[in-house]
Nanobody, 124 residues
Framework: QVQLVESGGGLVQAGGSLRLSCAVSGRTFSSGTMGWFRQAPGNEREFVAGVWWSGGKAYYADFVKGRFTISRDNALNTVWLQMNGLKPEDTAVYYC?????????????????WGQGTQVTVSS
């Protein structure tokens, strides 16, 4: 059974940084896509960033380009989201997700496995 466990969330001041981690167990991915999503209270879940297991191609939502960096380590079966220049509007629960599909996918419906989420709160 595939399990995704996020960590690294917390409270940070505007302009600060956090690094989220997602540890994947139960399967070693040699292909497919990993993604980070977020959901703020009253809002729909939205795509943040994704990375291909094979080749490491990364892609981002426009609102995080230049501030967030997604990376992965195939050997460790781990994905990270480095978040710099955080803004109060980045406050949300952040979810890690795994997809068997290849490509720069952004729809949550194409992701097969999800973590439990980690809270990120950015104070002004």
């Amino acid at each position: 059974q595939v399990q995704l466990v996020e960590s690294g969330g917390g409270l940070v001041q505007a302009g600060g940084s956090l690094r989220l981690s997602c540890a994947v167990s139960g399967r070693t991915f040699s292909s497919g896509t990993m993604g980070w999503f977020r959901q703020a209270p009253g809002n729909e879940r939205e795509f943040v960033a994704g990375v291909w297991w094979s080749g490491g191609k990364a892609y981002y939502a426009d609102f995080v380009k230049g501030r967030f960096t997604i990376s992965r380590d195939n050997a460790l079966n781990t994905v990270w989201l480095q978040m710099n220049g955080l803004k109060p509007e980045d406050t949300a629960v952040y979810y890690c997700a795994a997809s068997n599909a290849d490509g720069s996918i952004t729809s949550g419906r194409l992701f097969d496995h999800w973590g439990q989420g980690t809270q990120v709160t950015v104070s002004s």
